[in-house]
């Protein structure tokens, strides 16, 4: 068993907390306050080569896996979660792609958004499907060398940046999850549009829309992977996001911790510094014992993922775990680090405020903390998960 970073990761590491100590850090306030799309920061993720860290090398990528990203969002998210949702976004909409498109689709897609070239969304809650996916409305009927696609979806952030779509939509409606299947939508296709941004209570850099098809025509060489299947395919892009959603949890939490800690370094009450009073530092220091474990569940899914395992029934659990325990550690962490900075940590003049609502995010996307603990729950019940 071996603990440590491999010097390429440690590179990574090293790397993306340069960039989001001087780019990202000074931006995330004000990308907070006016809901801009971050357009530098993603320039310099470009610049740095952080947008190619989980592609291969021969899809214009540094091959550094599902494991480099992790590394890289959990320093962005220290600072910024709107940020670190940037790097995300590389492989929300592209993992389905790798794993089962085709040569030509991963030549355009996978390795346009590792070069930054293209940016892409994932578009599969509707207004009447989240947790249950499997009960999405949207079709796309066979008509010749096409599919016509007609539903909304919504919530699907990045979307008023995305050159393409990774869309969910039902094939065979009458087949529930063996009815299934997913596509790549260009922007400019007829028939095809985004809303106006969501209001939201956070992450405000990078605004969420709904996604409307009407009649919207795509070749059928845009299908990702095999007519009805669309739904093994979903799960497995989703599992093989686990641990990176995991690790926007975590940095947010790091992020937290650091902050609230040296806070109460310097804040005194009573004669001495707050961090002297055993409340606060007991906070601290669980806040950093679930932070550890977090981190090892995190890095360990990441792992699991780049060992090809994301439909693996007996890893399948344990990316659930690593998503569901790191993004409520985020939420918890960042509230804690309000209540120790008091009246203080409420106001929009410290970042805890920010961090506090970014954060509530990470428990509800990709995958409730609930739909987590079905996984979980499941694979106790069939045995893939058993601790005897
Ligand atoms: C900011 C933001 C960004 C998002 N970005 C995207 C995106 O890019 N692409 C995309 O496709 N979607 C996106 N989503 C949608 C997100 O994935 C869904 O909101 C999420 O999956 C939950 O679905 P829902 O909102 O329909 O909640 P529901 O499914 O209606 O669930 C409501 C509540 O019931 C609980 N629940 C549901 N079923 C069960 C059950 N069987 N047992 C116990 N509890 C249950 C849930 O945990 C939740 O607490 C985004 C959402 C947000 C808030």
């Not at 960039?19 to 530098?40: F, I, M, N, Q, S």
């Not at 699907?156 to 009458?174: E, N, R």
């Not at 040296?262 to 409340?279: L, M, N, S």
Request: proline share 4%.
């Amino acid at each position: 068993m071996d603990f440590t970073l491999s010097d390429e990761q440690r590179m990574i590491r090293d790397l993306a907390r340069q960039v989001a100590r001087e780019k990202v850090a000074p931006r995330a306030a004000e990308l907070d306050r006016t809901g801009e799309y971050p357009e530098d920061i993603f320039q310099a993720f470009k610049e740095t080569g952080l947008l190619g860290l989980a592609f291969p090398e021969q899809y214009g990528g540094a091959g550094a896996g599902i494991t480099g990203l992790c590394l890289a969002v959990e320093e962005t998210a220290k600072y910024c979660n709107a940020s670190a949702l940037i790097l995300l976004l590389t492989r929300l909409p592209t993992s389905a792609i790798l794993f089962y498109g085709t040569e030509e689709q991963k030549q355009r897609y996978c390795r346009g958004v590792a070069e930054g070239k293209l940016r892409g969304a994932f578009g599969l809650t509707e207004p009447g499907a989240g947790s249950d996916a499997a009960n999405i409305q949207t079709t796309a009927r066979r008509d010749g060398d096409a599919y016509v696609l007609n539903g909304t979806k919504t919530y699907i952030s990045g979307a008023t940046v995305a050159d393409f779509f990774l869309v969910a939509a039902k094939t065979d409606p009458s087949a529930g999850s063996r009815g299934f299947s997913v596509f790549i939508v260009e922007r400019n296709t007829p028939g095809f549009s985004i809303s106006k941004p969501l209001p939201k209570m956070g992450v405000h850099g990078v605004p969420i829309t709904e996604l409307h098809f009407d009649n919207a025509r795509v070749p059928a060489s845009c299908m990702v992977g095999p007519e009805n299947q669309g739904f093994k395919i979903i799960m497995a892009n989703l599992n093989a996001l686990r641990p990176v959603v995991a690790a926007r949890g975590l940095g947010t939490a790091e992020g937290a911790i650091a902050y609230a800690t040296d806070y109460a370094k310097q804040r005194e009450t009573f004669g001495k510094p707050i961090i002297q009073h055993q409340w606060v530092q007991f906070t601290l220091a669980e806040l950093a014992m679930q932070a550890e474990a977090a981190r090892l569940l995190t890095y360990k899914a990441a792992w699991l993922v780049d060992q090809g395992r994301y439909l693996d029934r007996e890893a399948v659990p344990h990316l659930s775990m690593a998503k569901a325990f790191a993004t409520e550690l985020a939420v918890k962490a960042s509230g804690d680090a309000v209540q120790i900075m008091g009246g203080a940590g409420y106001m929009a003049e410290f970042p805890m405020e920010r961090v506090y609502r970014d954060a509530k995010q990470l428990t509800i996307v990709e995958g409730t903390s609930q739909v987590q603990r079905l996984i979980i729950g499941r694979a106790l019940l069939e045995g893939t998960l058993s601790y005897w």
